[in-house]
């Protein structure tokens, strides 16, 4: 079954790509157009067996197109270059909202107090199978790629985060040996970010990433994509352990360093 799957995968990839798809990359998405030209063509590939696998679904009126398919498809799959993937084997579904939309939540605390909180999200990222976006919130994030800020990309960062079935700001690494020094150094940066904020002081980061490890591992992810040359300069260890976990160096992207300061 295995062969099969990753036979039907390479077929995939090696199909033509649209060229009606493109131009919506190429519109809609500006990271699409930082890449690598080889960079650009494994992108495209990794799209179609997206698209073949998982399952997008329109909820509160809102009516999906290829566009709205393939432009979150791209940045999921700008995660998954240069690395062996499942294609986020976890997910199966993705609920896409014309704006935000409303979630109830229920918490315990550890006396077994319920806290029920209800408000409105952009973004979401389920460990049963489903992750949720908002249309409007996707192609704003999307169009402004220097700010720190992409909300496909934060919500799936979530799910590469939940593929051991932990969502703790480690997510699956190659080799064992690398957990160490992932640890010292997101551990580090987390506390530091804590720090700066709660002395007022100035960051790069998102404080959402000051939640907790997880929010902060896909908070550091958008930067890493978004703002690379900023992040390298002022968290170059940060930076060089993300380079590493996602096989890429997109402070190295020349129209991308130019345009972010």
Not at 118 to 142: K, M
Not at 195 to 217: I, N, V
């Amino acid at each position: 079954m295995f062969g099969l799957t990753c036979r039907r995968r390479e077929k995939l990839r090696r199909q033509p790509f649209p060229d009606t798809w493109r131009q919506y990359l190429k519109r809609r998405v500006p990271l699409y157009l930082r890449l690598p030209g080889e960079d650009r063509r494994e992108l495209e590939g990794h799209i179609q067996v997206f698209l073949e696998e998982k399952r997008f679904e329109g909820c509160g009126g809102f009516a999906l197109t290829d566009e709205v398919r393939v432009v979150i498809a791209a940045q999921a799959c700008l995660l998954l270059l240069h690395r062996e993937t499942g294609y986020y084997p976890g997910l199966s579904s993705i609920i896409v909202y014309p704006t935000s939309f409303i979630v109830e939540r229920r918490d315990y605390d550890e006396v077994g107090i319920i806290t029920e909180e209800t408000g409105p999200l952009v973004g979401e990222s389920w460990d049963t199978g489903c992750v949720i976006l908002a249309w409007d919130e996707v192609i704003d994030s999307s169009a402004c790629e220097h700010d720190g800020y992409n909300v496909v990309i934060h919500e799936f960062a979530h799910q590469l985060d939940a593929e051991d079935g932990i969502t703790d700001g480690a997510p699956v690494l190659p080799d064992r040996s690398r957990y160490r020094s992932w640890a010292r150094v997101f551990g580090d940066e987390y506390r530091r970010l804590r720090e700066m904020l709660e002395a007022d002081g100035e960051t790069m980061l998102d404080e959402y990433g000051a939640s907790d490890p997880a929010e902060f591992f896909a908070v550091v992810t958008e930067s890493f994509f978004e703002m690379p040359v900023h992040l390298k300069g002022k968290h170059p260890e940060l930076y060089d352990e993300l380079s590493r976990y996602y096989r890429q160096d997109p402070a190295g992207w020349g129209n991308l360093a130019k345009g972010e300061g």
